[in-house]
């Protein structure tokens, strides 16, 4: 766990280390997404880049879960 400070224009600094781990390049756009009081950064890939991102899932029982959350 990395711990970063808000600055005044509240702006957050990306560690070297995570930088690094995730290759991450000056001008990359990433999406923030909010749940419940905790925020998610989600870099965004080039599609191709994105290719078998999945492999190996296991899809069973999706659309059943959406379902029951549905009621």
């Known amino acids: 766990m ?3 400070k808000l ?3 509240f ?3 990306i560690p070297l280390e995570v ?3 995730l ?3 000056p001008g990359e756009e990433i999406v923030m997404i909010e749940n419940a009081g905790i925020i998610h950064l ?3 890939k080039p599609i191709k880049q994105m290719r078998g991102f999945v ?3 296991d899809t069973q029982n999706i659309r ?3 379902e029951e959350n549905r009621f």
């Open 2 to 4: 990395v711990k970063v």
């Open 7 to 9: 600055s005044p224009k």
């Open 11 to 13: 702006q957050v600094v």
């Open 19 to 21: 930088r690094e781990k």
């Open 23 to 25: 290759k991450l390049k």
């Open 42 to 44: 989600i870099p965004q």
């Open 55 to 57: 492999k190996g899932g």
């Open 64 to 66: 059943e879960e959406q």
